[in-house]
């Protein structure tokens, strides 16, 4: 296959190197090209001067007749000029006269003499050519490379977009973690764009990438392996301990041999199987220490109801101390109520076990309640005596981890916070019994499960709170946190079934600080609408929230407020009436105003003849290996009172064996263990390794089995035109025996291609993710996805609306593409800045610029004609840049076209006629973009746009990929310019493949 296209493209690169016009080549041999490469004493000729790695247009290749068919096709032996050869030898301005520097000699007169009798001479005898010289294809790149072909291989860096891909097509696995999406959490540590807050993504490694990389392996490694997904699909769990037995050691390097193809499609060398078993003995040694890590449980519940189908998906983590050896001890206090313990206002509750302390610890916290937690202290009573020690919340004895406020009220000191951290309180006593008191100071604490727990005290108790009650038939009931002012709404995670005469009622009942409802919306999948609060039954009662100077963004309607009165007597009810369908599903959005020190908990029942399962869980807030543990979900309900289904399936932590379809699970904590420790470190190392994370693996110049580089090539072509890794099915296709090539037409022709192709258009044109900006990145798109010519990319007469739709837009358009979208003009001023002009000529162009600071201060007052005095200095660049600017006048920096300017002067926008050889002339953007397409430069900056999406670097078009660049040039002319079979030709290529037969 391969061989095919290498001879095709020799044939092509013969055939277009024959008929080419010579006339004049001997005497430049002969009389200029000495003059051209003559060094002087301490300074370089022009040739070396003008070199690949300098900045300036003109760039010599170092080859008499390569060089002399750039000069002659560029325009540089011309006779008239400022940039010609001549101009450029014989101008009076000492900034732009060549040779430059300060060593530099000036050409003598004789030499000037030739020069301009060779010119004179050329021009005379050259015909004129059918195609303008700079819309052809170079008549230079058409000879033969002789130069050396450059050895590095080309090898991109995973961008943050592969690897969210390669990851999720590897180990079906999003890494969303209770319902947070962790790739966007760290989407700045790994360098990524996301549209949102980032709009570049970085193909470079970092340090910052690593660790983000060791967080998500470590956490989706640990993942696949509870659930035996992804590699770990197919891994055996009766793999028996590892030891030198030549049968164990055998079973254990086929899975090291089948997880390494899972993950890095490749078999490991010897020696990659010999440093795994060294890592995992070294594992196993560790067993008894490895048995104490802590970890967490996890396991997601699927409630089902067969009568409406809908089901409810939650997930319960339970964090796990694998140190079994302490005892430990757990309860729950209710702070809302309590026992008086002494006269400066403290409440307390008494452990319902007494300790044998020596040294333990007394920790307090509570990671679910939304509501304050007060702790004023803890006192010791010995069993016998009575004698009692108090530690106060003040005391050095007690360490506070989080955002607790200690306040001192009354001579009572506590440490007050919303359950955001917890108390740590050293315990030190004889071996005597003792009760613990814990205290809370009155009307302060809230909570109704405040967790404790005492450590190192020989107890064994896991505490569980009882079970919630069920309201009843035809009812449901939540909370929610009017004082939360992150949120624009409270939303009950239910759907329900509405009568006309149900509705949702909210009261103050049970409350304690100011109470604030706003609107209530009702959304269905066919409608929304929304009952404001003074529309709702039993409004008369409330007060309007006065908000004083705080304005809440998440204000909705009128906001009325309990002004803190008449507790458990006022409700709301909004009642949807006829505005929803009984056979429709319906959730229901809740305004507040937010404020700090609202109440936490105020009661919402919805009154619904049918729901979607509502889920009521107990399980331990903390766990301890070796413990017996309850998960319990049978107080989950529907308003109908359904027969549910539940289905259990563990996540993550040591695996444990349960009934997955029981509503209570029952199970002792296990501890961690080498083995499991062993293949999760295996499936992390290789989630470092190049091979992973480099889009063309560093194997694939190694493999020495051809079927298995094929594999590896294939990695590379999925993450360049998918992003992502290659998936079983399409393994499964080359393995059947589907050539490369057909596997490229696959992904060409996938919707992952069409979404992949679409971000990386939005970063290269630099969008800021808003409908507006990316419009030009929809327009540019549709043309590569519709197989329409690349040219419309700045010629097409149309845009592309937010559902990538072709449509019309006004005619003062023109034929002008993206360049008059005003999401690409925006954030691009014009006149008198320029940046519009060097973006366009930049990135449709290839123009590169480099503004040293003394152009900078040189430019400070300069006019735009004054740029294009052709003894400027500033005339290089600005030949193109200020004529293009003034072809833009009719747009402003914000994308508005109009005719007259501010002062009701008619705007000229044609280029001024400043620059005799502008190769854009005329009036408007239009005839810059219908002439621009016509160009060889243009053509080529869209191939090596893509050649870059592919390679990572920029094509070396006049050195060892000329012919690459011939192959695809002479592919998009016989193809009208089609972007995929552009992206065809490269990917095809034997330089994109490595084949160097």
């Not at 007169?109 to 001479?121: A, E, H, N, R, Y």
């Not at 005469?501 to 706003?518: C, M, P, R």
């Not at 109440?599 to 399962?613: F, K, L, M």
Request: with cysteine; proline share 5%; net charge negative.
């Amino acid at each position: 296959m391969t061989r095919r296209i290498l001879a095709l493209w020799i044939v092509l690169f013969v055939v277009s190197s024959q008929g080419n016009d010579w006339s004049g080549y001997k005497e430049f041999v002969s009389e200029i090209y000495p003059m051209l490469t003559q060094e002087q004493p301490m300074a370089e000729s022009c040739v070396a001067c003008h070199d690949s790695d300098g900045t300036s247009d003109l760039v010599f290749f170092g080859q008499p007749k390569e060089d002399f068919a750039m000069l002659r096709q560029t325009g540089y032996l011309k006779t008239e000029g400022p940039d010609t050869l001549l101009g450029r030898i014989t101008s009076t301005n000492p900034k732009r006269r060549m040779p430059k520097g300060k060593h530099a000699q000036s050409w003598d007169d004789d030499d000037i003499k030739v020069l301009s009798t060779f010119l004179t001479t050329l021009n005379a005898s050259n015909q004129i050519q059918e195609v303008a010289a700079d819309e052809r294809f170079p008549d230079a790149l058409l000879e033969p490379y002789v130069g050396q072909a450059h050895a590095r291989r080309d090898s991109q860096f995973l961008t943050y977009h592969q690897l969210r891909g390669k990851v999720e097509t590897i180990f079906s696995d999003t890494w969303v973690r209770d319902g947070k999406d962790r790739f966007e959490e760290n989407v700045a540590l790994f360098g990524g764009a996301d549209f949102k807050a980032r709009f570049n993504e970085s193909s470079q490694p970092s340090s910052s990438f690593l660790t983000a990389l060791d967080l998500m392996a470590r956490e989706v490694n640990a993942r696949a392996y509870t659930t035996r997904t992804g590699p770990f699909a197919d891994h055996p769990i009766d793999l028996p301990v590892l030891s030198e037995s030549a049968m164990v050691r055998r079973k254990y390097r086929e899975e090291m041999t089948r997880l390494y193809q899972e993950i890095l499609f490749r078999a490991p060398t010897d020696d990659e199987i010999a440093d795994t078993f060294t890592l995992f003995k070294s594992i196993q040694l560790e067993q008894s220490t490895i048995a104490k890590r802590d970890y967490d449980l996890v396991f997601q519940l699927k409630v089902s109801d067969p009568t409406t189908a809908l089901d409810k998906v939650e997930t319960v983590r339970i964090p796990v101390q694998g140190n079994s050896s302490a005892g430990y001890y757990q309860a729950l206090l209710d702070q809302t109520g309590g026992k008086a313990f002494d006269d400066r206002g403290r409440l307390g509750e008494r452990l319902d076990v007494p300790f044998r302390i020596q040294e333990a610890q007394l920790i307090i916290q509570s990671p679910e309640s939304i509501d304050e937690i007060s702790f004023a202290g803890v006192v010791l009573t010995h069993c016998e005596t009575g004698q009692q020690t108090v530690i106060d919340a003040n005391s050095p004895q007690v360490k506070a981890l989080g955002a607790w406020e200690l306040a001192d009220k009354g001579g009572s000191a506590s440490l007050e916070d919303e359950g955001e951290g917890s108390i740590i309180v050293s315990l030190s006593a004889d071996n005597a019994e003792y009760w613990i008191n814990v205290l809370w100071r009155k009307g302060h604490g809230r909570s109704k499960n405040v967790f404790v727990e005492v450590l190192g005290a020989g107890h064994a108790n896991h505490a569980i709170q009882s079970a919630p009650a069920v309201p009843p038939e035809g009812q449901a009931d939540f909370y929610y946190n009017c004082s939360d002012d992150t949120r624009p709404f409270f939303s009950p995670d239910a759907a329900f079934f509405f009568h006309p005469h149900d509705y949702v009622e909210i009261t103050n009942a049970g409350t304690n600080d100011l109470v604030t409802i706003g609107a209530l919306t009702f959304v269905s999948p066919s409608d929304r609408f929304t009952i404001n609060s003074r529309e709702a039954a039993g409004n008369e009662l409330w007060g309007d929230f006065k908000s004083k100077s705080f304005g809440a963004y998440n204000q909705k309607g009128n906001t009325l407020s309990d002004e803190g009165k008449t507790k458990g007597e006022l409700f709301l009810q909004y009642h949807p009436g006829a505005h929803t369908s009984e056979h429709e599903n319906c959730t229901i959005q809740i305004s507040y105003a937010g404020k700090r020190g609202q109440e936490a908990r105020v009661p919402v029942s919805v009154h619904a003849y049918q729901s979607s399962p509502i889920t009521q869980l107990v399980f331990p807030a903390q766990g301890h290996a070796g413990g017996q543990v309850t998960l319990d979900a049978s107080a989950s309900y529907t308003t109908h009172r359904a027969t549910l289904d539940y289905e259990w399936t563990q996540l993550e932590g040591p695996p444990v064996s349960y009934s997955p379809s029981d509503a209570r699970l029952a199970f002792a904590l296990p501890q961690m263990n080498a083995k499991q420790s062993m293949w999760q470190a295996l499936g992390r190392a290789l989630m470092r390794h190049p091979d992973f994370l480099f889009t063309r693996p560093p194997a694939v110049a190694t493999a020495s089995d051809a079927h298995e580089k094929q594999r590896l090539l294939l990695v590379k072509l999925a993450l360049d035109l998918v992003g992502r890794s290659p998936s079983n099915e399409e393994l499964a296709l080359l393995d059947s025996g589907e050539d490369l090539e057909s596997m490229v037409d696959h992904y060409l022709a996938s919707r992952e291609f069409e979404k992949f192709y679409y971000h990386r258009i939005r970063l290269y044109l630099e969008s800021q993710g808003t409908k507006l900006q990316d419009e030009p990145a929809r327009l540019w798109s549709y043309i590569a996805l519709n197989d329409r010519p690349f040219q419309e990319i700045l010629t097409a007469d149309y845009t592309v609306n937010v559902a990538f739709e072709k449509s019309d837009r006004p005619k003062h358009h023109g034929r002008t593409g993206v360049l008059t979208t005003p999401g690409f003009i925006d954030g691009k001023p014009g006149l008198p800045h320029y940046n519009y002009a060097a973006q366009v000529s930049m990135l449709f162009l290839g123009y590169v610029y480099e503004v040293p600071p003394e152009i900078v201060e040189q430019r400070e007052g300069t006019t735009a004609e004054g740029t294009t005095d052709p003894q400027s200095t500033c005339y290089s660049c600005h030949k193109i840049l200020t004529p293009l600017a003034h072809q833009r006048n009719y747009w402003t920096d914000m994308g508005k076209f109009r005719k007259k300017d501010d002062n009701g002067n008619v705007i000229d926008a044609s280029d001024h006629d400043l620059v005799s050889e502008y190769p854009f002339k005329g009036s408007g953007m239009q005839a810059f973009a219908t002439q621009a397409v016509k160009k060889e430069r243009f053509i080529r900056t869209i191939i090596d746009t893509h050649f870059t999406f592919y390679f990572g670097r920029q094509m070396r078009y006049r050195q060892d990929e000329r012919a690459l660049y011939k192959a695809v040039w002479d592919a998009v002319h016989a193809d009208d310019f089609k972007i995929r079979t552009l992206i065809r030709a490269l990917v095809t290529s034997p330089e994109y493949l490595e084949v160097h037969e």
